[in-house]
């Protein structure tokens, strides 16, 4: 059964799962569905149609499902899906997504939030994913699996940031990151490969020389990127990575995250 302390309100409607703990001073609304052995430890808020998957932990002043930081809002409910075995710690917001932007904000699995870090409305936050503290998001953006986002750092609205990227502390993030990347600098730069991401996903050393002199080709080779890019396009079957890189390259909408020396 699940556990509610005497001090918290839990309102008519809501769903709490079985072995579920909502510590004192919680507030839960009446659409919020909460999955089984979650704990929310105490003073934790969770509105709208915010739904939390299995064995989540969630610190106090975390504030979940809260109404979208867009001037277009007019107090529709709207979604916040939360992903099983994630731990939000203190003080992370995480706002609902808007009517224009599909009315969902996604959050995946396994995810670590530190503390006062945020998630947009219509973010969409894949899995694994580690945001430091403070780490922000505006709306609108797309974050891949086995991110890591620094401290202190903040992604642009509508900004995406692929699978496997690595953020450095203190970072502006405006423009779209290749998978893969590492990224740093007061405006966000490209400054290589996550190799150390890469190696953890037990990338063979033949993988990194492979990705990494396609990297070398596509940033730093002769031309401009465009026709470096171009010229790059046939090696998309040297190796899985590569083709992932140049995919989300073709996709995108927004200026490109590229070193500082590329042009």
């Known amino acids: 059964m699940s556990k509610i302390d005497p001090t918290a309100r839990v309102e008519d409607g809501a769903v709490i799962g079985e072995g579920t703990e909502i510590g004192p001073y919680c507030i839960i609304g009446p659409n919020a ?66 009517v224009a932007g599909g009315g969902i904000t996604t959050v995946g699995d396994r995810d670590y939030f530190m503390n006062c870090s945020h998630v947009g409305h219509d973010c969409h936050v894949g899995n694994d994913v580690i945001f430091a503290t403070s780490a922000t998001l505006g709306g609108h953006c797309e974050i891949g699996d086995f991110v890591f986002i620094g401290g202190l ?83 998309a079957g040297e190796d899985p990575a590569i083709a992932e890189i140049l995919g989300f390259i073709g996709k995108g909408k927004r200026p490109l995250c590229l070193p500082a020396i590329a042009k």
């Open 153 to 235: 750092s903040a992604v642009h609205q509508f900004t995406r940031i692929g699978p496997q990227v690595m953020v450095g502390g203190v970072c502006g993030v405006r423009d779209d990151i290749i998978p893969f990347g590492l990224v740093n600098g007061q405006y966000a730069v490209l400054e290589g490969l996550n190799l150390i991401g890469m190696k953890r996903r037990k990338f063979t050393k033949q993988r990194l020389a492979t990705v990494r002199a396609f990297y070398q080709k596509l940033f730093h080779g002769p031309g401009t990127f465009a026709e470096r890019l171009e010229a790059c396009r046939p090696l």
């Open 33 to 98: 569905v909460i999955g089984a052995n979650c704990k929310l430890i105490g003073h934790v808020h969770v509105t709208a149609q915010t739904t939390i998957g299995d064995d989540c932990t969630i610190y106090p002043f975390a504030s979940l499902g809260t109404p979208p930081q867009s001037l277009s809002y007019r107090g529709e409910l709207t979604k916040l899906k939360i992903g099983s075995g994630c731990t939000i710690r203190e003080s992370v917001t995480m706002n609902a997504g808007t």
